[in-house]
């Protein structure tokens, strides 16, 4: 299906036999697995899952009240697909990649009815394109044959689009240049082939690439406890599993505003509608950290509220990767925010049980390990058809029922995934934010993206982080022991670990998202932090050694600046002046 | 309209009939017995030839010759001003013995979900006069926030008080009457009693001119609470987007609504998902709880407080569990603070207000809201986690500092939560009384606080001292 190509649709005759919620069965259609078909009077879109004799079953992306049998199912003849070209970013997409604020236009209503169609990207708009290849030149499917400029930040380039339906490629003959639209032909090929600059595919396939590759560098999020303890790749995935109410979506947007990708596709799916008008009123106003235009330039959101229909909320998943491999496929570094999977999961669940298939684990259907790792390995650093490098990261919330991270999503999710932020309940309710269990989580990408680090920060990274872990590791096994006899119990060196440890938490974990200047942390300033921590805890336990008592160590003026680092602007300075305050006040002791 | 005589089978709620035309999905249908009576149904699936149908009003008296009438059209609300006031059952026919309702428009109650172009973020903030809420877990316009409870628990009492105090003081203090206050309060499958008790605090406070009640009681029909909350809910939405109306709805018992759904799931022996309820029960729920919103260009708002009582005061129950994913936050009504006698026993820790940090702040409530919320927070969490080690090695043994955690949660409790049904406190207020409780603390550990703000509000014993002897 296109929805900027309609006039394929075929006349096939089919009838709807039965409707029950978003799933319609129709007699007598001639349909291929996973077609896009046109349902009822009103031509509600639909997808067909599965066929049967002459029955033919329909998933409905709209709502069906009303729909009855005996009412015709037109097919397309495609599958799914979504439209590619430029004027995706700033854009606001449901899950089948309708833009929203053009739907609110042609409907004249704030709220979203059915039966209204529109293409992905703006057909009359009009774009400066500039070709890089000349008539002689050879280009093949993945080719970049011009660029546009998108947005100020994203330059877009055009690519000679890949089967299916694709394009052999060929000898170029004709070029033009200009103002153009994205239907008019801008280059021509020997093979008689008109190029646009929109193309088509379908969502549910991978954009091929030549090769995948192991991520090396890091996607720097701007959060310390991300960057510091627990790193994503670019290219990698990344999982946030946590009960409600214990800060995914704050997490996914911080991901989202800070992360040093080229693109960020972000996809609400199922998800509060308030939460992403939020989105759409806060991403405009805020600067991209590197680059100091709108964030809105680099962003595409696919919004599909959890009252929007349950179809569409299994598509938006795939929409969104498939708009992020496009821009990979240009050489950029993508980063993808899924929030969240679970409720893609229970739409397939939803979907499944409609269609009486025999479940598996607490109802969801047998393949939803294999949907979900289908879906995360087209993730990862590719070398691109056209020579160009580029990744897509996906981060992946999950809402576990309960918060009981045994549950099927969950665990077949962290099979798959590299990198594991697990949110805990307990953490929030004490307003410890970001409420990221630093002993349950982990990144196996850590070792991979050390030489970055070291490159970039500084050669001491991973044993400072290290010792960050370890006295962590130390204050959870002490605070068991304090939970029983008492912090005054313990030998003094164990209790200023606690109080270096609590430093640890309060200065280096904790980090507001809604303070301008803490909202993001870059990795110099969060070395730095962990650096002033450490120059405490060595000073702490040389005046201890020198006899110094823990009370007198822990009461000293200087220690609570630590936890102020987070919110000054000017930081070196600060931490060089805290540094030497701690230095000079324990030292008076002694 | 045709009528059928072709009932083949009869389930539970649920009638199943043949049929020779074709009926459209979620149609409304009319069924009459034998003996004379009109049962209202809904098509839960419709086929070739053949229907299922959820009836309302139970399916007693039916039996194979009852006929079978389409209307054609889905379940519509007939919406008007003239609402308020009202009180109707759970199918919205009037049961006040008032005059018969004359629609300006009747309405599809399975409301079409708001463009999220079009939403306005919420950031209004709503004073309820309630302390543990205004001070700690803000509620803002066009919010959903339910009340997670348990059986035995005041959460009646709990939204009344709101339902009775919710004023936005920035429009009073400008003399601005703004748009109008409404209330609507959808009751489904609640007993008699707590039903009297809501109708007659309607009644002496004189908030029922500015309500419509929709009830359901417990002894009417299971399937009719499916309604309900979407007449009550599409109401709303009228007032609200077409009249400019602030409206609050409270919607009270959602755990009776879930079993309804439970009910038909089971009747149509659909593949159950979590303890037997629906696999579809996170897209119905969100259907109605997602309809709270602004709308940018409108007057009105539709703010939502759902009350549900947890099965065994467990959160992780599925109806709590989905509740809490869809909404903006939840307030906990709590067994233990309530034993104690806390009015009203909110207890802070695990409630939340996710719009919360957009509604207040200076200009918005108080320069110093985010900061005393989120510093008190910390400090009753840390005197909580203390009370456990109080009990095994006992209060000498802690640290001064430790002691004086728990007294501060005490005194949080005593002071800051408990303030009675009847008392309706300003934001100001219930700030000052934060300060009061803070400053048993040393200035240095409050460190979530701005240090301005501390020595703007802090209130020092010494200082005070000083001034009281100048």
């Known amino acids: 299906m296109s929805k900027a190509t309609q006039e394929t649709v075929e006349e096939s005759g089919g009838q709807i036999a039965s409707v029950s919620g978003p799933v319609v069965t129709a007699n007598g259609l001639d349909a291929r697995m996973n077609d896009v078909v046109y349902v009822g009077d009103e031509g509600l879109m639909g997808e067909v899952i599965e066929i049967e004799g002459d029955v033919t079953t329909v998933q409905v992306y709209e709502e069906t009240s009303g729909v009855s049998p005996g009412e015709p199912v037109r097919n397309t003849g495609e599958p799914l697909t979504v439209d590619l070209g430029p004027g995706m970013m700033d854009a606001i997409y449901d899950g089948v990649q309708r833009p929203l604020d053009v739907l609110e236009e042609k409907l004249g209503s704030a709220f979203l009815d059915r039966g209204v169609?529109?293409?992905?990207?703006?057909?009359?708009?009009?774009?400066?394109?500039?070709?890089?290849?000349?008539?002689?030149?050879?280009?093949?499917?993945?080719?970049?044959?011009?660029?546009?400029?998108?947005?100020?930040?994203?330059?877009?380039?055009?690519?000679v689009p890949d089967s299916p339906p694709g394009?052999?490629?060929?000898?170029?003959?004709?070029?033009?240049?200009?103002?153009?639209?994205?239907?008019?032909?801008?280059?021509?090929?020997?093979?008689g082939e008109e190029l646009t600059m929109h193309q088509e595919w379908p969502v549910r396939e991978a954009r091929p690439t030549v090769e995948k590759r192991s991520p090396s560098e890091p996607l720097v999020s701007g959060q310390r406890i991300l960057d510091g303890l627990f790193p994503i790749a670019k290219g990698g995935t990344a999982a946030i599993p946590g009960p409600f109410g214990s800060g995914k979506t704050v997490t996914q947007h911080q991901l989202a505003k800070w992360a040093d990708a080229d693109i960020v596709i972000y996809v609400g799916c199922g998800e509060r509608g308030n939460e992403m008008t939020e989105v759409i009123e806060d991403f405009p106003e805020l600067e991209d950290p590197t680059t100091g235009n709108a964030l809105m330039d680099r962003t595409c959101l696919i919004a599909n509220t959890s009252n929007m229909p349950v179809a569409a909320r299994?598509?938006?998943?795939?929409?969104?990767?498939?708009?992020?491999?496009?821009?990979?496929?240009?050489?950029?570094?993508?980063?993808?925010?899924?929030?969240?999977?679970?409720?893609?999961?229970?739409?397939?669940?939803?979907?499944?049980?409609?269609?009486?298939?025999?479940?598996?684990?607490?109802?969801?259907?047998?393949?939803?390990?294999?949907?979900?790792?289908?879906?995360?390995?087209?993730?990862?650093?590719?070398?691109?058809?056209?020579?160009?490098?580029?990744?897509?990261?996906?981060?992946?919330?999950?809402?576990?029922?309960?918060?009981?991270?045994?549950?099927?999503?969950?665990?077949?999710?962290?099979?798959?995934v590299k990198t594991f932020w697990a949110l805990d309940a307990d953490l929030a309710e004490r307003r410890h934010f970001p409420s990221i269990n630093w002993n349950e989580s982990y990144s196996l990408y850590r070792d991979q993206l050390d030489p970055w680090f070291e490159e970039e920060v500084s050669d001491d990274w991973p044993s400072r982080r290290q010792w960050a872990i370890d006295t962590l590791d130390e204050e959870a096994e002490l605070q068991e022991i304090v939970q029983l006899v008492g912090k005054d119990a313990l030998p003094d060196d164990q209790q200023l670990t606690l109080e270096v440890a609590r430093y640890l938490r309060e200065a280096y974990l904790q980090q507001d998202a809604f303070n301008p200047t803490d909202t993001y942390c870059s990795p110099q300033k969060t070395f730095r932090i962990l650096g002033a921590i450490r120059t405490f805890a060595d000073e702490a336990f040389d005046a201890l050694e020198a006899g110094v008592p823990v009370d007198e160590i822990a009461d000293i003026d200087a220690a609570p600046r630590l936890n102020r680092i987070g919110v000054q602007e000017e930081w070196d300075e600060y931490i060089d002046e805290l540094e030497a305050d701690i230095e000079a006040e324990l030292r008076e002791h002694y | 309209m045709k009528e059928y005589e072709t009932i083949t089978e009869i389930s539970g709620p649920l009638v199943f009939a043949e049929v020779d035309e074709p009926i459209g999905y979620d149609e409304m249908v009319e069924i009459n017995t034998p003996d004379g009576d009109t049962k209202r149904g809904q098509i839960l699936e419709s086929s070739d030839g053949l229907v299922a149908i959820q009836v309302f009003e139970g399916t007693t008296g039916i039996d194979r010759n009852a006929s079978v009438s389409f209307t054609g059209e889905t379940l519509k609300m007939p919406v008007t001003e003239d609402l308020l006031g009202r009180v109707l059952d759970g199918t919205g026919q009037p049961i006040d013995g008032g005059p018969d309702i004359v629609p300006d428009d009747r309405r599809d109650i399975v409301g079409a979900a708001i463009n999220p172009v079009s939403r306005e973020y919420p950031e209004e903030f709503i004073q309820t006069g309630v302390s543990a809420i205004d001070g700690m877990n803000t509620l803002v316009r066009g919010q959903k926030l339910p009340i997670f409870s348990g059986s035995g628990l005041p959460h009646s009492e709990l939204a009344l008080q709101i339902a009775r105090q919710a004023t936005v003081p920035e429009e009073e203090a400008a003399g601005d009457e703004g748009s109008e206050f409404a209330v609507i309060f959808g009751a489904m499958g609640?007993?008699?009693?707590?039903?009297?008790?809501?109708?007659?605090?309607?009644?002496?406070?004189?908030?029922?001119?500015?309500?419509?009640?929709?009830?359901?009681?417990?002894?009417?029909?299971?399937?009719?609470?499916?309604?309900?909350?979407?007449?009550?809910?599409?109401?709303?939405?009228?007032?609200?987007?077409?009249?400019?109306?602030?409206?609050?709805?409270?919607?009270?018992?959602?755990?009776?609504?879930?079993?309804?759904?439970?009910?038909?799931?089971?009747?149509?022996?659909?593949?159950?998902?979590?303890?037997?309820?629906?696999?579809?029960?996170?897209?119905?729920?969100?259907?109605?709880?997602?309809?709270?919103?602004?709308?940018?260009?409108?007057?009105?708002?539709?703010?939502?407080?759902?009350?549900?009582?947890?099965?065994?005061?467990?959160?992780?129950?599925?109806?709590?569990?989905?509740?809490?994913?869809?909404?903006?936050?939840?307030?906990?009504?709590?067994?233990?603070?309530?034993?104690?006698?806390?009015?009203?026993?909110?207890?802070?820790?695990?409630?939340?207000?996710?719009?919360?940090?957009?509604g207040i702040g200076e200009g918005l409530t108080r320069d110093d809201h985010e900061d005393v919320a989120n510093q008190m927070y910390a400090a009753y969490a840390e005197g909580e986690d203390l009370r456990d080690l109080v009990n095994i090695v006992g209060r000498e043994a802690l640290s001064e500092r430790d002691n004086r955690y728990l007294d501060f949660a005490d005194r949080f409790e005593t002071e800051f939560v408990d303030q009675g049904f009847d008392v309706d406190r300003g934001l100001e207020q219930s700030l000052d009384i934060g300060w009061d409780l803070l400053s048993t603390l040393p200035p240095a550990e409050l460190n979530r606080i701005d240090e301005d703000l501390i020595e703007a509000y802090y209130v020092d014993d010494e200082t005070e001292a000083e001034a009281a002897a100048d």
């Not at chain 2, 079993?259 to 309820?277: D, F, M, N, T």
Request: charged share 25%.
């Open chain 2, 190 to 358: 609640i007993t008699q009693e707590e039903a009297n008790e809501f109708m007659d605090d309607f009644e002496r406070t004189g908030a029922l001119e500015r309500s419509v009640v929709f009830m359901n009681l417990a002894d009417d029909p299971a399937v009719e609470r499916t309604v309900t909350p979407r007449l009550a809910l599409t109401t709303a939405e009228y007032l609200a987007f077409d009249k400019g109306y602030h409206v609050l709805v409270i919607l009270t018992d959602m755990t009776n609504y879930c079993e309804a759904l439970r009910e038909i799931g089971a009747a149509r022996e659909e593949v159950p998902g979590r303890r037997g309820y629906p696999g579809y029960m996170y897209t119905d729920l969100a259907q109605l709880y997602e309809r709270a919103g602004r709308i940018e260009g409108r007057d009105g708002s539709v703010t939502q407080i759902p009350i549900l009582t947890m099965p065994g005061d467990d959160d992780t129950h599925p109806i709590p569990d989905l509740t809490g994913y869809i909404t903006e936050g939840q307030i906990y009504v709590d067994r233990d603070l309530n034993s104690q006698g806390i009015e009203p026993p909110v207890n802070v820790l695990p409630s939340l207000s996710r719009l919360m940090d957009d």
């Open chain 1, 167 to 191: 394009s052999a490629g060929g000898e170029v003959v004709a070029v033009e240049e200009g103002t153009l639209t994205v239907t008019d032909p801008i280059v021509e090929l020997d093979t």
């Open chain 1, 117 to 159: 169609d529109a293409p992905g990207i703006d057909l009359d708009e009009e774009w400066e394109f500039t070709p890089t290849v000349e008539a002689g030149d050879h280009v093949e499917a993945g080719d970049v044959v011009g660029t546009v400029p998108e947005t100020v930040t994203i330059e877009h380039k055009v690519l």
């Open chain 1, 314 to 416: 299994e598509s938006c998943v795939y929409t969104g990767i498939t708009i992020a491999e496009y821009y990979r496929d240009m050489g950029y570094d993508v980063a993808l925010m899924a929030d969240s999977t679970s409720r893609w999961a229970e739409a397939m669940r939803e979907i499944s049980s409609r269609l009486e298939e025999m479940p598996g684990e607490e109802g969801y259907p047998a393949y939803l390990a294999a949907r979900l790792s289908q879906f995360y390995e087209r993730a990862g650093l590719f070398d691109n058809l056209n020579g160009t490098e580029g990744t897509v990261s996906v981060i992946g919330a999950v809402s576990p029922p309960g918060g009981d991270f045994s549950e099927p999503v969950t665990q077949n999710t962290l099979r798959i």
